[in-house]
């Protein structure tokens, strides 16, 4: 082999080894193995109820935001928290559920939780509902993770 045939054999394989390591420290991790969503269920709606409310628990590996959300079951989700203020309990529309590293985040009845809005038809129990969640990390990256949750009466 001459030099220069060595020379660039050897160009090629370092840039074949950096192209590599770089394609390595790019890749994705899926958002399941990012965000962890347990026990989610939907509340049974009454025939003509045009709103019904999902429940879950989120964990997150990162400091992430849940900034939307889209249900196959209604026109419209939005994500509330509920309180009690001066013995009234207000809900409030929020436009983000920041979400801190491996702590869960509870969405209950009574707390956060999922509103469903314009409901396509009544929720019955053992239905399943898709839903898309969208997340942003703090680098405004967004990625959506889908999930499926049934319909059933409070325990």
């Avoid at 420290?25 to 965000?35: F, G």
């Avoid at 801190?100 to 469903?116: C, E, S, T």
Wanted: charged share 20%; glycine share 4%; hydrophobic share 45%.
């Amino acid at each position: 082999m001459t030099t220069l045939t060595h020379s660039i054999f050897l160009r090629c394989a370092i840039l074949l080894l950096m192209i590599s390591a770089a394609s390595a420290c790019t890749a994705k991790t899926s958002s399941e193995d990012l965000i962890v969503i347990q026990g989610a269920w939907v509340r049974p709606t009454n025939p003509g109820q045009a709103v019904g409310a999902a429940y879950m628990t989120l964990t997150s590996k990162e400091d992430v935001s849940l900034v939307s959300v889209e249900a196959d079951v209604s026109k419209n989700v939005e994500i509330h928290s509920m309180s009690m203020e001066n013995g009234v309990m207000k809900m409030r529309m929020l436009k983000t559920l920041p979400l801190k590293a491996d702590v869960p985040y509870k969405l209950a009845p009574g707390g956060f939780h999922l509103m469903l809005f314009d409901l396509k038809k009544p929720l019955a129990v053992d239905e399943q509902v898709d839903f898309v969640l969208t997340f942003k990390k703090n680098n405004n990256v967004t990625f959506k993770q889908t999930i499926k949750a049934s319909v059933q009466n409070p325990a």
